[in-house]
């Protein structure tokens, strides 16, 4: 079965510091990723997604920046954290060969908090 | 500018009764439809989904109905039990707008026993 992983759980850093977050997917291959943000009293925005290896879509403009250095692993940064980057961060894939998107759910992991002081 | 509205921040329902959570959205275009349910600490996970052309899907206790000269779809569950007790998104898409899936606040549902 498919698994995604995320981490870290909660992280807390000072305004400017630089920002790395990790996600990797388990049991598939060639998935669709995504990195989507939830604000306090937002819902869950689309930050970036990726269909491949090296190929990386951004959804808004933003501090933030992502990569895809393997087939099943994908990476959200920022050289510098801007007090507005406090938010939860979740990863997330879906089938990226039959039916395309609109028949494979998003599944997702189970995010970072970040706070930004 | 929130696409999808979910109005009802919080819902409690007693355990056996019928849980029903809104969702009004604004774009036309969508044309996909889905909802999450989301534990404290957990990611969502994917619960049941609706294509426009139909107006009603359901799995189990779960149930979708849409409504699209309205531009409302809503979510059935019956009987509720506590374990459903989570937040659910409501979400959307549409075919030609790439990889989006657009979002509602969510609705924190609560059932007592």
């Known amino acids: 079965s498919q698994t995604i992983h995320q981490w870290p759980a909660t992280l807390v850093q000072p305004v400017g510091s630089p920002l790395s977050l990790e996600c990797t997917v388990e049991g598939t291959s060639n998935p669709n990723l995504y990195w989507y943000r939830q604000a306090a ?8 997604y990726s269909v491949g290896i090296g190929q990386i879509s951004s959804e808004v403009p933003q501090n933030l920046s992502a990569s895809r250095p393997q087939d099943r692993q994908f990476i959200l940064s920022s050289k510098k954290l801007l007090l507005s980057d406090s938010g939860f961060y979740l990863c997330a894939w879906s089938g990226g060969q039959t039916g395309g998107f609109y028949n494979s759910p998003l599944h997702f992991g189970n995010g970072t908090r970040l706070t930004v002081t | ?8 921040p919080s819902l409690s329902v007693q355990e056996g009764r019928i ?29 049941i989904s609706i294509s426009s052309i139909k107006d009603k899907n359901e799995d189990g206790r779960f149930t979708v109905f849409l409504n699209k000269s309205a531009k409302h ?6 009987p509720s039990q506590p374990g459903d ?3 659910y998104f409501c979400a959307a898409s549409a075919t030609d707008s ?14 007592t026993p």
């Open chain 2, 73 to 78: 779809l809503s979510l059935h569950i019956v």
């Open chain 2, 98 to 111: 790439g990889y989006a899936l657009n979002f509602g606040k969510g609705t924190s549902l609560l059932v």
């Open chain 1, 41 to 48: 009293g937002r819902g869950l925005q689309l930050l970036f």
């Open chain 2, 19 to 47: 849980s029903i959570l809104n969702c009004d959205y604004t774009n036309s275009m969508f044309d996909y439809f889905l909802w999450y349910k989301k534990y404290p600490a957990e990611g969502p996970t994917f619960l």
């Open chain 2, 85 to 87: 007790s989570a937040v």
């Open chain 2, 1 to 8: 500018d929130q696409q999808v509205k979910q109005n009802s």
